[in-house]
């Protein structure tokens, strides 16, 4: 059995466009900013191994996304700030090739915000290994929603409305913590750590026998790693409200070489326009 990487469809949400999408002024970047919506795609993946399942990320659940109307969710063509049919979620996306949660040996989460972790609760109980930088794990239980009787209120209020803890602490959940790069399979599937979007964002390089390296991106699109920022200069647009700008920046070099050097490719988390040129689950790359 050779290993094997599947696409799963986690619906698709519009925010405001300088949420992912902002620049400096004209004279700078050759761009106007145009107010409005700007679709995005939600997707996770699950890597079939001849040694380990893995699933990385857990997308978001329609009833938490429904409560936060306000910025930066914007209303589509729809009407709708998000769309998501009863499939498009990662467990009913496993459904659709025999895989359930008790098959999945490890998880790896990119980063604990709600629309990365929102069937993680699905997991608790199973022998699944929740894989999640312990950098991580110490913003999310200092700044989560709802805030912890008698703790002092985080200093990084921007991304408390994102961390649920109905999600991540969860009984039942076996955490796997991690501190920087991490060979879960060797180099098949390695695990980087690339703090600024949150101090223990990680994604996940796949090297695949037949469609060669694959660079797992969750929650960025391609103008994130190659357009033009807010200072005009260099190419990088990190997230509008980041932990660290400067960070996700030097993360997105790092990974930009990295795939350079590998002649790899990126699969973009948040890509709708890359999305609908993917094979989705059932289909697979190898």
Not at 178 to 187: A, H, K, T
């Amino acid at each position: 059995m050779s290993m094997k990487l599947y696409i799963l469809d986690g619906g698709q949400m519009w925010v405001e466009r300088g949420f992912l999408w902002h620049f400096g002024d004209g004279a700078a970047t050759g761009e106007e900013y145009h107010e409005g919506p700007f679709g995005i795609r939600n997707i996770q993946f699950f890597i079939d191994h001849p040694k380990a399942k893995v699933v990385f990320d857990l997308g978001f659940t329609s009833e938490w996304f429904d409560r936060l109307p306000g910025f930066p969710h914007r209303r589509g063509p729809h009407g709708h700030h998000l769309m998501k049919t009863p499939d498009q979620n990662p467990v009913s996306q496993l459904a659709k090739i025999g895989v359930k949660p008790d098959d999945i040996d490890y998880v790896v989460i990119s980063h604990l915000m709600s629309e990365h972790t929102g069937y993680l609760p699905e997991f608790a109980g199973t022998k699944a290994k929740i894989v999640v930088q312990e950098a991580e794990m110490e913003y999310a239980s200092r700044i989560g929603t709802p805030p912890r009787p008698g703790d002092e209120p985080a200093v990084e209020q921007f991304h408390t409305w994102m961390y649920v803890r109905d999600y991540f602490e969860k009984k039942g959940l076996d955490y796997l913590f991690i501190d920087g790069d991490y060979e879960l399979l060797g180099r098949d599937v390695e695990i980087l750590s690339l703090p600024g979007h949150t101090p223990g964002f990680q994604n996940v390089m796949v090297r695949l026998p037949k469609t060669g390296p694959v660079f797992l991106s969750a929650c960025e699109h391609r103008g994130m790693y190659y357009d033009v920022p807010v200072n005009g200069y260099a190419p990088g647009i990190p997230h509008a409200f980041t932990w660290s700008a400067a960070g996700e920046l030097w993360s997105f070099k790092r990974v930009r070489d990295l795939v350079e050097k590998e002649e790899g490719q990126i699969f973009f988390g948040h890509d709708q326009e890359q999305f609908e040129t993917l094979k989705a689950c059932p289909e697979y790359y190898e």
